[in-house]
């Protein structure tokens, strides 16, 4: 079973930056892609970034592009998402989200195929001043 260890959220003023950190462990295999998702109260789970291991194709939500971005280690274990130019309506809990399958973007309601194992447990960042 992979255990994802997520870290680096917080406070933040609108303006700051923020990187947050996910390390997969237990995975007896190399994942497709690894990618970030987010929550705020109210609402429902969407896509922020994702990277594919082969290649290091990423992907971006329109709300997030030019202002985050997502990384990985040579490893193949972590991935990162530094946040910089943060907004208030980037407040949520933050979730890591492991071995996504391919598809041509990860938006939309695609959060409801990523299984349960495969969620982190969710990290708050908070912009605001």
């Known amino acids: 079973q992979v255990h994802l260890a997520e870290s680096g959220g917080g406070l933040v003023q609108p303006g700051g930056s923020l990187r947050l950190s996910c390390a997969a462990s237990?995975?007896?295999?190399?994942?497709?892609?690894m990618g970030w998702f987010r929550q705020a109260p109210g609402k429902e789970r969407e896509f922020v970034a994702a990277?594919?291991?082969?290649?290091?194709?990423?992907y971006y939500a329109d709300s997030v592009k030019g202002r985050f971005t997502i990384s990985n280690d040579n490893a193949g274990n972590t991935i990162y998402l530094q946040m910089n130019s943060l907004k208030p309506e980037d407040t949520a809990v933050y979730y890591c989200?492991?071995?996504?399958?391919?598809?041509?973007?990860?938006?939309?309601?695609?959060?409801?195929?990523?299984?349960?194992?495969?969620w982190g447990r969710g990290i708050q960042v908070t912009v605001s001043s």
């Open positions: 990277i594919t291991w082969h290649g290091g194709s990423t």
């Open positions: 237990g995975r007896a295999y190399s994942a497709y892609a």
């Open positions: 989200a492991d071995d996504l399958p391919k598809r041509p973007d990860y938006g939309g309601t695609f959060y409801r195929e990523v299984g349960g194992d495969s």
